[in-house]
């Protein structure tokens, strides 16, 4: 989740004006001198001495607002109530909502849907507990679990603060894949406790997607989930990051004409992505990958206080190389930025091997400019918006959870991973990819029943899957 830019969008002043005190057309040329364009004015409530005027007004960005609201408030008799934008507009009340998908109208309705007759339903599912999945909402449910420890560019906000980016995320489950989902935030930042929750609603769901939280935490908790339950369980910041950056490279090399057993990869912030990324990467055919962080590159022999970065230092920098990222990074054919802004420079990119391929996923600002590093990359992928090449979680996780639902399976593994990276790189065709084209869009209808069906058949491939969707059936079978 990227911090929000409003740049050229309108805002909603509601303001309270004693009329003995100022005017309308004091406000009005206020507004304007500030550079602020008016485009509709709604009066709310008006009596003798007051009035309640919502005033709506293109601005350029954020800060304009800012002080455009000031200067009103500085006027003599008029009161900023509040200001919002459509941003907070849509908001309001929440993002999602509950329907019943059976209407209640009569009391034979009542009688079907809850008492009396809900009891041999009841009493059905108590029997066969599999039944579960085909006569509750179980079967197309998700979970999307936070603490709100580590909101991407927001950092630790809390459970309620959180609630907006987890509604989000609901919102896309259903949007992009037809996936039920609710958010939970909980308010304990405890990992027995969350673990011991988690475990309590799970009958309800049938797939846990854990979200922003803080890392180590983040591995306990899904490593104990994943053992302890027996449906998926996918901490999206480390596994779909992974997932589209691998698919991204994949194409990358496509166009440089690289091989992913020669490459020379170096990742930047070995923390929960980074380490997931690194694992993919190595799992899909890499040799070569040093990871860098503060303390410079990790290296095998040197003990960490980290708890992963000891078992990370076994797997990677088979070279042994030492020093600061400026010094790890000359012949590299790969950068993976999950770090922090402006970390990596002109001169870095130069050290590259010929065609570098750059990944600066810091967000909302990239480890270098993309307009500085232009001149020296082949090919530059960010997590922003209004770049090319952007890399986002979106084009992982419903297509992910589509699949492991409708095959009824027990976990999200290694393979299941790879196979959604591949299948979206694929939506690219040969004669598509470019430079700039490397990854689909969000919005590219292909990617969720291409991630879905690759899903599906790993999972069956690795006896993950308990069920096959009635339309792959001709190729999988029951298990």
């Known amino acids: ?60 960005d954020h800060r304009h607002s800012m002080q455009i609201g000031e200067t009103l408030d500085q006027i003599s008799g008029v009161r900023v109530v509040h200001e919002s934008d459509r941003t907070f507009l849509v908001h309001l009340g929440g993002k999602i909502e509950i329907q019943s998908k059976t209407p209640v109208k009569n009391r034979d309705d009542l009688s079907r849907v809850y008492t009396p007759g809900v009891a041999r339903v009841c009493n059905a599912i108590a029997e066969a507990p599999d039944k579960a999945y085909s006569l509750t909402i179980k079967r197309n449910m998700v979970a999307v679990i936070s603490d709100g420890t580590a909101v991407l560019g927001l950092g630790d906000i809390g459970p309620a603060a959180a609630m907006p ?17 609710f958010p939970l935030c909980l308010d304990t930042k405890d990992p027995d406790e969350i673990v011991r929750i988690v475990k309590a609603v799970a009958p309800a769901f049938g797939g846990i997607n854990l979200e ?27 596994h779909g990051t992974a997932v589209v950056i691998l698919a991204g490279l994949l194409n990358a090399l496509k166009v440089t004409g690289k091989r992913l057993e020669e490459i020379k990869v170096v990742v930047t912030g070995i923390g929960a992505a980074g380490i997931a990324c690194s694992k993919i990467l190595l799992s899909a ?18 003990r960490y206080d980290h708890p992963h970065w000891n ?7 088979p070279n042994d190389e030492s020093g600061r990222l400026s010094d790890v990074i ?19 990119v130069r050290k590259m091997a010929a065609d570098p391929i ?17 001149p020296y990359v082949r090919i530059m992928a960010t ?9 986002n979680n979106v084009l992982c996780f419903p297509g992910m959870f589509r699949g492991a639902l409708d095959c009824r399976a027990r976990e999200i593994n290694e393979a299941m991973k790879l196979a959604a990276a591949r299948a979206i790189a694929d939506v690219v065709g040969d004669e598509e990819l470019s430079d700039t084209y490397i990854i689909p869009s969000v919005f590219n209808q292909k990617v969720v029943e291409n991630v879905r069906k690759a899903v599906v058949r790993a999972a069956f491939s690795t006896g993950a899957a308990r069920k096959s969707p009635p339309d792959m059936q001709d190729n999988e079978s029951d298990q």
Do not use: W
């Open 285 to 302: 055919g890499v040799r070569n990958l040093i990871g860098v962080d503060r303390e410079g590159a990790i290296r095998r022999g040197v």
């Open 311 to 317: 078992e990370y230092a076994r797997m990677t920098n």
């Open 358 to 374: 750059v990944f600066a996923m810091a967000n909302p600002t990239p480890e270098i400019d993309p307009e500085l590093a232009k």
């Open 383 to 391: 997590g922003r918006s209004d770049k090319p090449n952007q890399i």
């Open 330 to 348: 000359a012949g590299a054919d790969v950068f993976i930025g999950l770090s922090a802004p402006g970390i990596l420079t002109v001169d870095d």
């Open 1 to 60: 989740m990227a911090i929000e830019s409003i740049s050229g969008t309108t805002i909603v002043f509601r303001l309270q004006l004693n009329k003995d005190e100022a005017s309308f057309g004091d406000i009005a040329s206020v507004i304007e001198g500030a550079g602020g364009d008016i485009v509709g004015i709604d009066v709310i409530s008006s009596n003798r001495s007051q009035t309640i005027r919502d005033v709506t007004v293109n601005v350029t």
């Open 212 to 238: 922003d939280i803080s890392s180590p935490r983040c591995f306990e908790i899904e490593q104990r989930l994943k053992e302890e339950l027996d449906i998926p369980v996918f901490h999206d910041d480390q």
């Open 165 to 181: 980016v987890m509604e989000g995320k609901a919102m896309l489950f259903k949007e992009m894949a037809g996936v039920d989902a």
